[in-house]
């Protein structure tokens, strides 16, 4: 059983559990103070010593990592003797830190940027030549540069593939102001899991290889979405930009804090995923593989659907919103077609793990299930209108509705994907969460609703 | 992985594990029965360090980076090294080391040996050459080289 | 200068560390006091001994004794640390050599005491031909007989001074890096495999033998109130006769140098003392007038008495040229954990360098008291506070030589 107690942090008074360390309290009430080493998924390190507050009854500034909290602890911050402990250890901090800024990712998102503008604003009192070298630019594998110059040794990517991945290809070698992070020889970083370090890394020592040099971050617009990988369903923010004559486009997913789903990452192939939102679209209404207009189109599938009435089959695509999916029910049931949303194809068993990876390759999933709709193969039938299904069947004649391009002389029209609209999923335990819109298009693709109140039917 | 323990290692190893309450304590241990074996650790070694002692390659590797008197890399020549550190140094270590630059020897430059009192010093292969002065090195050298 | 001589009583004995040799002088007799004294009562004797750690720290080694618990729920052990790295120190390295059975019989004391099975001497790297020596002796208790109720393993360290704190001992021991861990908040004992552990210096356990034969008040006998016994104290550098040589706490040091040490070399005046290895602060000639080598004098004095090993400089010794000497020593041996060390060590030493070369400014030397300033009480162990040490009374006790080569 834990306790709540009371301490006092710059003469205010706060409630906290007894034991528990004092840097979670500082973070969770907004406190500033700096830090590099902890991390709430890896825990302490003691290694920056950045986070030393003062504790009345202590002779010694003590790091708020390491400080268990107890009842009636008098704690501060703010005194002159604290600060000049920060700005000190700063200073060290960047006396061998390279000054990359112009050139380097991680500028308006990096920890020693912000606390420099804090706590900082020294001059340099060492010259370049005097600054120990280390190498730049080292790919370690799995999309993560690493400059081995930038880095404050906090430990915590090495952290990371110690104790969340389990797979050790991260380490500090070497002694001393020598001290760097490498892999071993041709033992390149490799896991499911390894981009989760860039973002783990205070300052731009691991950067993405896919993101490197593409945007400045001061510049991105930011959404709140759901990856559509798997049904897991972890929160990402999607990063976005619309420059001057081009259009809106994703530049990257970062990991949402989600602690009852993802906690603080996502898989690498969901973090890349946004690639594919973004390539290979359907852009146009084809018929035959010719552009045609999409009045005429609407005008035409409306005329199929009289035709072959009451020999109708919707597939629906499981990665659709529940919105969506719902106006689809709602439109097949108005035209007597059946329903079907086959899940078989979208099961990968390789790609599922112990971790974030679920091997249902569909977001939706259970919604499907929840609504009872029928998850088996259709029958060979008339019509098959196709919600962006990722499997062909057998049938007459076709009506597709896909994000992206397919090999078709059908009748296709285009579709939005998700970061073009916004909509609700639940995942496969049950927790329902929206994804934001992220993406104005120049020309709107339309999204599901919008073509089914097009067909008016 | 091609590097393995010869058998009197292999016994030596079996009869440690049982002073320890962990095989990981096993790791300087084992590596310096690698290094003994082979002049220096090398990737394998590490590897087969690794199961004995069931800690991580990547930990080991760590742990060889760490320590000074493991070699990563084979040695080409005969290894010297020689103490640089205060005492030395007050009873002359600048001029073995200068006098040392002309033979054939890697030399490396080492902190306190603990021979403060016999200064100046050097080691080589784990032997201790104490009260050094040029003359003595070169029959030293003459020996070994 | 009265003879003091518990741990070096047979070094001038050839061949001590053979067991027959080393019985005809008395070895292992202390041994029969465990028909006597319980494990509690041995416990009681060590402290009330007073007796001091003496690996550095002169801490009580009692205390720490203490700690240990002794209710079996977790074995407990005893590590004996050998990793002598300290610029100046080379005593320990006597006793494994000369009389290693001496060390034996001490540690077979210490684990009745504290209810150890199995003790490890952790041995630096570069003591290979002195580990030799000691293995042989241990063989030889082995066979005899005397090593029954405790193990002792020897554990070879790979070159690394920082492995001399107790607690990077302990990482090393237990297959990794030797880093320093960060300090429990309450007194506990050390923890090897999370298995209580009691860590003390080899000259620490080699004198316990003494004190169970004798007592805790003949200990007492020597030295001082407060630093009661002896320690093997050395001397190197600028010295006639460098080496070591045991003496009782509360000897006045410049008497020690000039009995023991045949005064400065080659009849030079002395200009500065380092009294106990390098992490000590630096005390001028005049400041070594009528001190005494005991814990309490050398604090009183601004510096510490650390291992004893003193490093003698003459009078055309350059201090600048000194303090960067022993910068790089700091700067190599840091593990490189925590920030202010990792990147003080390594600046400091920059710092200095810029100095020699002719390029330093004032400046330069606020700096490095601004260094010393940050290094000190900040960090996981007491590696950066020596650095503070070694930079703050250099540059104060000798600024004239500094500010000379300024630019």
């Not at chain 1, 594998?141 to 400059?147: F, I």
């Amino acid at each position: 059983m834990s306790t709540l107690v009371k301490i006092i942090v710059d003469g205010q008074d706060y409630e906290a559990e007894a034991g528990s360390l004092l840097i979670q309290l500082l973070i969770q009430e907004d406190i500033k103070i700096p830090y590099f080493c902890y991390h709430e998924s890896l825990g302490a390190d003691g290694n920056c010593r950045m986070c030393m507050v003062g504790i009345e009854g202590q002779k010694r500034p003590q790091i708020a990592c390491d400080t268990l909290i107890k009842e009636g602890m008098v704690v501060n911050t703010k005194t002159d003797t604290i600060k000049q402990v920060h700005t000190d250890i700063l200073e060290l901090e960047l006396i061998n830190h390279p000054v990359d800024c112009p050139t380097c990712d991680q500028a308006g998102e990096c920890s020693l940027q912000d606390f420099y503008m804090e706590y900082g604003l020294h001059t340099s009192k060492i010259t370049i030549e005097e600054k120990v070298k280390h190498n730049k630019a080292v790919d370690l594998g799995a999309n993560v540069m690493l400059d081995q110059e930038r880095c404050v040794l906090c430990a915590r990517c090495t952290r990371f593939t110690d104790k969340i991945t389990g797979t050790h290809e991260l380490g500090i070698v070497g002694r001393g102001d020598n001290a760097k992070v490498t892999t071993m020889p041709n033992r390149p970083l490799s896991n499911p899991y390894a981009m989760n370090v860039v973002d783990l890394c205070p300052v731009g020592a691991l950067t993405s290889k896919d993101f490197r040099f593409s945007q400045r971050v001061w510049f991105l617009e930011t959404a709140e979405g759901v990856c559509h990988g798997c049904a897991k369903g972890c929160n990402v923010y999607i990063d976005h930009n619309k420059l001057k004559y081009k259009d809106d486009t994703i530049y990257r997913f970062r990991p949402r804090r989600n602690d009852a789903i993802n906690g603080f990452f996502i898989c690498d192939t969901g973090r890349l995923s946004y690639k594919e939102l973004q390539e290979n679209r359907q852009e146009s209404t084809l018929l035959n593989g010719v552009i045609i207009d999409t009045d005429e189109a609407i005008k035409q599938a409306k005329e199929l659907i009289f035709l072959y009435k009451s020999n109708i089959s919707v597939i629906i695509d499981a990665n659709l919103y529940t919105e969506e999916i719902e106006a689809i029910v709602t439109f097949a049931k108005s035209i007597n077609a059946t329903i079907f949303s086959p899940l078989e194809v979208y099961e990968e068993k390789a790609f599922g793990d112990d971790m974030l990876k679920s091997s249902m390759r569909a977001a939706n999933a259970e919604t499907i299930k929840r609504m009872g709709i029928n998850t088996q193969r259709p029958e060979k039938i008339g019509l098959i209108i196709n919600f962006n299904h990722p499997q062909e069947f057998e049938s007459d004649k076709k009506i597709n509705f896909l994000t992206h391009s397919r090999e078709s002389a059908e009748l296709c029209f285009a579709i939005a994907v998700f970061s073009e609209s916004s909509g609700s999923l639940t995942n496969e335990d049950g927790i329902t969460q929206y994804s934001q819109k992220a993406i104005d298009k120049n020309i709107p693709i339309m999204t599901v609703i919008e073509s089914i109140q097009r067909l008016g039917l | 992985m091609s590097f393995k323990f010869t058998q009197e290692n292999l016994n030596k190893i079996e009869e440690l594990k049982k002073r320890y309450p962990s095989p990981k304590a096993l790791s300087l241990p084992c590596l310096w029965m690698a290094q003994s074996q082979e002049e220096f650790i090398s990737l394998d070694a590490i590897d087969t360090i690794s199961e004995v002692t069931t800690i991580p390659p990547m930990e080991i590797y760590r742990v060889a980076t760490f320590y000074t008197m493991f070699q990563l890399e084979k040695p080409k020549k005969l290894q010297v090294d020689v103490c640089k550190t205060l005492s030395c140094k007050l009873c002359g270590s600048d001029k073995i080391l200068k006098y040392l630059e002309s033979k054939d020897v890697n030399i490396n430059h080492v902190e306190c040996l603990g021979s403060c009192g016999t200064a100046p010093v050097m080691q080589i292969k784990d032997k201790n050459y104490e009260n050094l002065t040029p003359q003595k090195i070169d029959t030293i050298l003459e020996e070994l080289l | 200068m009265r003879e003091s001589k518990i741990v070096s009583s047979k070094f001038h004995i050839q061949n001590a560390f053979n067991l027959h040799v080393a019985k005809e002088y008395g070895a292992y007799k202390s041994l029969e006091k465990m028909d006597i004294y319980a494990p509690q009562q041995i416990i009681q004797i060590i402290k009330d001994s007073m007796l001091r750690g003496k690996g550095g720290g002169g801490a009580p080694a009692g205390l720490k004794w203490e700690l240990m618990p002794l209710d079996d729920k977790k074995p407990n052990f005893l590590v004996v640390n050998c990793d002598e790295s300290e610029p100046g120190t080379f005593k320990d390295r006597q006793i494994i050599s000369k009389d290693p059975h001496l060390l034996i019989e001490g540690i077979i004391l210490s684990c009745y005491a504290i209810k150890a099975k199995a003790a490890y001497i952790y041995i630096r790297g570069e003591y290979k031909a002195y580990q030799n020596i000691l293995q042989s002796a241990i063989d030889e208790a082995y066979e005899a007989g005397i090593l029954k109720e405790c193990d002792i393993t020897i554990h070879r360290g790979a070159g690394a001074y920082i492995c001399g704190e107790k607690s990077a001992l302990l990482e090393s021991m237990e297959g990794k890096r030797g880093h320093p861990r960060l300090k429990p908040k309450q007194k506990e004992p050390e923890w090897f495999f999370e298995n209580p552990t009691l860590v003390n210096n080899v000259e620490t356990i080699a004198t316990v033998p003494f004190i169970v034969q004798n007592g805790a008040d003949a200990y007492r006998s020597y030295g001082t109130e407060k630093s009661p016994g002896t320690l093997l104290f050395a001397m190197s550098g600028h010295i006639e006769r460098p080496g070591v040589y045991e003496a009782e706490f509360g000897t006045n040091m410049l008497e020690y140098i000039e009995h023991y040490g045949g005064g400065v070399k080659n009849g030079k005046k002395l200009k500065a003392v380092i009294p106990g290895g390098v992490s000590c602060g630096v005390l001028t000639a005049a400041e070594c007038e009528g001190l005494t080598l005991d814990y309490e004098a050398l604090r009183g004095a601004g510096s510490s008495l650390g291992t004893g090993g003193m490093i003698i400089m003459d009078e055309d010794t350059d201090m600048v040229a000194a303090l960067k000497n022993i910068l790089e020593f700091y700067h190599e041996e840091s593990c490189g954990q925590c920030t202010p060390c990792r990147e003080g060590s390594g600046w400091s030493d920059t710092i200095v360098a810029r100095i020699l070369e002719g390029k330093g400014t004032e400046a330069d030397l606020e700096k490095l008291f601004e260094l010393a300033d940050i290094m000190n009480g900040k960090t996981i162990c007491v590696f950066a506070p020596s650095i503070s040490q070694v930079i703050v009374s250099f540059i104060q006790k000798f600024r004239d030589e500094f500010e000379a080569v300024l630019v």
